[in-house]
Nanobody
């Protein structure tokens, strides 16, 4: 069993910052990469940022220069530092990871339950 648990969401004023965390736990053999998605009310879930365990990073155009993804490999944790937040960043942010468990022979896709980020004055 693998669990992804997000934390760090909340209410912030426009221009403010938040740092999201997502910790993976369970019978983990290896992690291929971790991602942050977000879903605003009435909209589809979109990829925000991604990182491989080799360190390659990618960002959606809407967050480039404002958000930074990073990992603590020893803790199986991914972070999303969000600066210069805008009202349009309001969404539920989900952690996603490709993980191979000790018993499985292949990588599988896992999701957290999400953490709400609200940007409002």
């Amino acid at each position: 069993q693998v669990q992804l648990v997000e934390s760090g969401g909340g209410l912030v004023q426009p221009g403010g910052s938040l740092r999201l965390s997502c910790a993976a736990s369970g019978s983990i053999f290896s992690i291929n990469g971790m991602n942050w998605y977000r879903q605003a009310p009435g909209k589809e879930r979109d990829l925000v940022a991604s990182i491989t365990w080799g360190g390659s990073k990618g960002y959606a155009d809407s967050v480039k220069g404002r958000f930074t993804i990073s990992t603590d490999d020893a803790k199986n944790t991914v972070y999303l530092q969000m600066n210069s937040l805008k009202p349009e960043d309001t969404a539920v942010y989900y952690c996603n990871a490709l993980i191979r468990t000790i018993l499985a022979g292949a990588y599988m896709n896992y999701w957290g339950k999400g953490t709400l980020v609200t940007v409002s004055s």
